[in-house]
């Protein structure tokens, strides 16, 4: 399979889980390389649904290394829960799965904070999963942040934690939050940190030992590329590079060794949270909710829904060097009888082909729709290209050649088996 990266075309929660699950089979190694437990990977097999948080979701097949990589963060606790969570249903969790010594640590006052920061930006909140994620890569940055490495190691973590604790309580009680207790949050983080040492390693020299022995690596991307702080819809982002560069920095694999990059999509578009969403539709949001689709796997919000924007997931080619589409989720337009797809925006009299970096601009565009006939057949029992309906074959071409990518992947359900390669 050689080096693939896997990232989100869209604003997250494209089914990248499942897909990454399917493309694992061929691979040696998953790497996760940004985000944290903000992101909710849904995957069944079989009868049984799994949902992951900050473990690949490669721990899923046996025989494959899993890698929580340097450019995550990590909440320990969370972990560790996730980790127990997984043992109870049977997954088998050991030597399989290796957390990078300097990803850094969530810690409670970030949670604190992310929550506190929410409440204070009113009615222009983003609408974070409040897992601290903001808070902990802001620490990264400025060079105040806990690493795993220190956390499993009891007399450093205590060191640092007393300092970092004090000058959080302060910051948390002139925002008018109660002050954490440094005794009940070093004893919970040293119990978190005694039970994942063995899993902590230098997860840069062994990626390189396992290239050079030839195994294939699957960087698995979290959100999506309009959640990334960069290139997203800033301020409503996330704080994290979800978006192909990010497996470079966020795993210490250098770009000329990376072969391929998946871009996967929803055959519509959905976003949680605040922020624009250009092609955001009533009509279609109703449609998904009434069949009981779309609602977060993290925080079990409703997600806002819309028609397919090329403009977006053209974009999102760009910025990724995207070389294949997986298109998630095409049973979700089964019973759609016209289908639009934005093409283009319009802002006043200014015609957009890309996405414009102001959230503000963004937010006033009007999208210009193509139209498409729909299928209205079922299509989640197709299992072949040509098992699809004519025009559910003509609609994915479309989306594809407005994306500007081959079309690689079509998914018509949850189910492993429901992957149509094209
Ligand atoms: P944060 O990552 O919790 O700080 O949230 C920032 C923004 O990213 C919010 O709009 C969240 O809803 C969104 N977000 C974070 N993680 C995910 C995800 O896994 N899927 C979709 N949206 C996400």
Known sequence: MANTILVGAQWGDEGKGKIIDVLTERADIVVRYAGGNNAGHTVWVGKQKYVLHLIPSGILRKSKLCVIGNGVVVDPVGLVSEINGLLKIGVKIGKNLVVSETAHVVLPYHRELDAQREVLKGKNKIGTTKRGIGPAYGDKAARVGLRMGDLVDAARFEEKLSRRIKENNEVLQALGAKPLSFKKVLAEYRAAGDFLKPFVANTVVLLHNAMRRGEDILFEGAQGTFLDIDHGTYPYVTSSNTTAGGACTGSGVPPHRMDRVVGVMKAYTTRVGEGPLPTENAEISDLLHGMGREFGATTGRARRCGWFDSVATRHATMVNGIDDLAVTNLDGLDTVETIKVCIA??????????????????????????????????????????????????????????????????????????????
């Open 345 to 422: 925006y319009r802002h006043g009299k200014k015609r957009y082909d890309f996405v414009p970096n102001d959230a503000e601009v963004l937010a006033e565009c009007q999208p210009v729709y193509a139209e498409f006939e729909g299928w209205l057949t079922p299509t989640d029992k197709a299992r072949r290209w040509k098992q699809l309906p004519p025009k559910a074959r003509t609609y994915l071409k479309a989306i594809a050649e407005l994306t500007g990518a081959k079309l690689a992947i079509a998914s018509v359900g949850p189910g492993r088996d429901q992957t149509i390669f094209v």
